[in-house]
């Protein structure tokens, strides 16, 4: 069993920044990608963010890309998501999350098999 707790999300004006980190414990985190969500409220979840375990590969929304950068530290068992130029369609709650062994689409929720509990980010106009 896997745990997640993610921090670092607030109320930010239009055109700020925020980094989000994602503390993980109970398996090995350096064997599995991760992976960072959103939610707004009435839509889906969607993809944000993903890293494999190496740190070597990332992938974007198109949504993000050029404004958000996942990194990690597989020595704190923490993954980070920067946020730059946000913007109020950026408002969501955002979950981190850990891929299932072998997981190849790392945009698919159904890759991902543990989740954190979610952290509010705010970008007001």
């Known amino acids: 069993q896997e745990q997640l707790v993610e921090s670092g999300g607030g109320l930010v004006q239009a055109g700020g920044s925020l980094r989000l980190s994602c503390g993980t414990s109970g398996r090995t985190f350096l064997s599995y990608a991760m992976g960072w969500f959103r939610q707004a409220p009435g839509k889906e979840r969607e993809f944000v963010a993903a890293i494999n375990w190496s740190g070597s590969n990332t992938y974007y929304a198109d949504s993000v890309k050029g404004r958000f950068t996942i990194s990690r530290d597989n020595a704190k068992n923490t993954v980070y998501l920067q946020m730059k130029s946000l913007k109020p369609e950026d408002t969501a709650v955002y979950y981190c999350?850990?891929?299932?062994?072998?997981?190849?689409?790392?945009?698919?929720?159904?890759?991902?098999?543990?989740w954190g509990q979610g952290t509010q980010v705010t970008v007001s106009s």
């Open positions: 999350a850990s891929a299932a062994g072998g997981a190849t689409s790392l945009n698919k929720i159904n890759e991902y098999d543990y």
